[in-house]
T-cell receptor
């Protein structure tokens, strides 16, 4: 799986948009970009994923650059409950390897009142 | 649905003892995985299974055994506990499919003295 690079930490004011960047310059054509978050040592929680098009769901938006070498997770109106470690993961799914995720160290997002 | 459940929530072992961490899911997911998370680090894959009767090693399999006799259960066995196995253990499951997301359990905190 491709290696990802994320900033160690970021701060955001409550109510503002949080933009979390991720570099994945070695991504290959069949690898998806996934975002998970982990709140206070709970089990990781799925946020969103994409292949090459921008994606949006009820939690966030995912912007993937045209060359797919980087992406940005956007939380449009951050709340205190969004304080968590955010993981950007690039993975290939395979019938024999199943759903394997390779976690890096992630970005600690702190939302301030 | 209870989702992914793990027992126990917390366990203290002495070096050399053995134990089994339990993981169960009621979503009829084909894929199940075990991860460990050391302080300040991301999750690392220990073992995974793509279906009943099929298991394989992940990134850090040494000292652990798994079996998958049913779709619902995926226990993780520590054969002879060592202080280096002090960690938080997460179980995850997902449906088969290239874009299926993983659901994580709440974790088991293990302390080996």
């Amino acid at each position: 799986d491709a290696k990802t690079t994320q900033p160690t930490s970021m701060d955001c004011a409550e109510g503002r948009a949080a933009n979390l960047p991720c570099n994945h310059s070695t991504i290959s054509g069949n690898e998806y970009v996934y975002w998970y978050r982990q709140i206070h040592s709970q089990g990781p929680q799925y946020i969103i994923h994409g292949l090459k098009n921008n994606e949006t769901n009820e939690m966030a938006s995912l912007i993937i650059t045209e060359d797919r070498k980087s992406s940005t997770l956007i939380l449009p109106h951050a709340t205190l409950r969004d304080t968590a470690v955010y993981y950007c993961i690039v993975r290939v799914w395979g019938e024999t390897s199943g759903s394997r995720l390779t976690f890096g160290e992630g970005t600690q997002l702190t939302v301030n009142p | 649905n209870a989702g992914v459940t793990q027992t126990p929530k917390f366990q203290v072992l002495k070096t050399g003892q053995s134990m089994t961490l339990q993981c169960a899911q009621d979503m009829n997911h084909e894929y199940m995985s075990w991860y460990r998370q050391d302080p300040g680090m991301g999750l690392r894959l220990i073992h995974y299974s793509v279906g009943a009767g099929i298991t394989d090693q992940g990134e850090v399999p040494n000292g652990y055994n798994v079996s998958r006799s049913t779709t619902e259960d995926f226990p993780l066995r520590l054969l002879s506990a060592a202080p280096s196995q002090t960690s938080v253990y997460f179980c995850a499951s997902s449906l088969a499919g290239a874009q299926e997301t993983q659901y994580f359990g709440p974790g088991t905190r293990l302390l080996v003295l």
